[in-house]
């Protein structure tokens, strides 16, 4: 599994362990670093493998957690911290698909209310223990394994991980009511069409807000504009077209017209064009 050592997104979605239910990231940070980190479009679960972190998350008190603890993140957060000593840390981000089916499964035991509102702000700081515990120590340990059904067993123990935070108050609602929230949603139906033909003016209509709000409130979740949120989304889809499109094919399946201007957004996102993409990646000739 790949060590992270900044908090850089495009690295994040590079080398992140993903399977259906999770993506898997592993961040191996030197003594004193300091760093701004953000949880993006589902709730993260952070955990300390050795060290200590000092923390502000959503303009919270600092306060550090350590190995025996682990901090749920809601979507959108923003995290401040600092390391006084070699940290290694691992982080689960949980897919919608597992909460809705743990939920599905269990959500009448549990009584989730996902009608009520939640405060984005919010996280919860736990003490990782019980059955958790037991999980997550499951979990290192199939990543260290060269199993080849490594995807399959962190699925299981992730589907486990999950109901066992449903279970806690407080956990339960930042896993479950996030799925509800307007902006959420919005951010949904921009990926089930990879940011092509939806405009703005649509999105915020789907999200049933006027146009100045829902641009006004997705940039605070966000902390990017509704337009440069769709961008990079298309970007990121231009790279899978790239394996078996050209150059221009690609660009205009995105609903860019002006080739060079496609060209300049891959490049500024990416720091390479996207024929020395495909050169590099997919070995065209």
Do not use: W
Request: net charge neutral; glycine share 4%; proline share 2%.
């Amino acid at each position: 599994m790949k060590s992270l050592n900044s908090f850089c997104r495009i690295d994040e979605t590079q080398y992140a362990l993903s399977t259906d239910s999770v993506n898997m990231l592993y961040y191996d940070l030197p003594k004193h670093f300091q760093g701004e980190y953000r949880s993006y479009e589902t709730p993260r679960l952070c955990t300390i493998l050795q060290g200590t972190k000092e923390v502000h998350i959503n303009q919270s008190e600092q306060f550090v957690y350590r190995k025996e603890q682990c901090v749920l993140l809601p979507p959108h957060s923003n995290v401040y911290m600092s390391m006084s000593e070699y940290t290694k840390a691992l982080v689960y981000e949980f897919s919608d698909k597992l909460v809705d089916t743990v939920s599905a499964k269990v959500g009448d035991m549990l009584e989730l209310n996902t009608h009520s509102q939640l405060d984005y702000r919010q996280f919860k700081l736990e003490g990782l223990q019980d059955r958790i515990y037991t999980l997550h120590a499951r979990a290192q340990e199939v990543l260290l394994t060269s199993n080849e059904n490594v995807h399959f067993l962190l699925d299981l123990t992730c589907q486990e991980m999950v109901y066992e935070l449903l279970k806690r108050s407080g956990c339960r609602e930042i896993l479950s009511h996030h799925q509800h929230h307007p902006i959420n949603k919005a951010i949904r139906v921009m990926k089930a069409n990879h940011g092509k033909s939806i405009s703005v003016s649509e999105l915020a209509e789907e999200a049933q807000m006027s146009l100045s709000n829902f641009s006004q409130k997705f940039k605070l979740i966000t902390n990017q504009t509704p337009k440069a949120y769709l961008t990079q989304l298309k970007l990121e889809q231009a790279k899978h077209y790239l394996g078996h499109l050209s150059v221009t094919d690609t660009a205009m399946e995105l609903g860019y017209e002006n080739i060079s201007h496609f060209i300049r957004l891959f490049k500024n996102q990416f720091g390479v064009t996207p024929k020395q993409f495909q050169l590099t990646q997919y070995h065209t000739h």
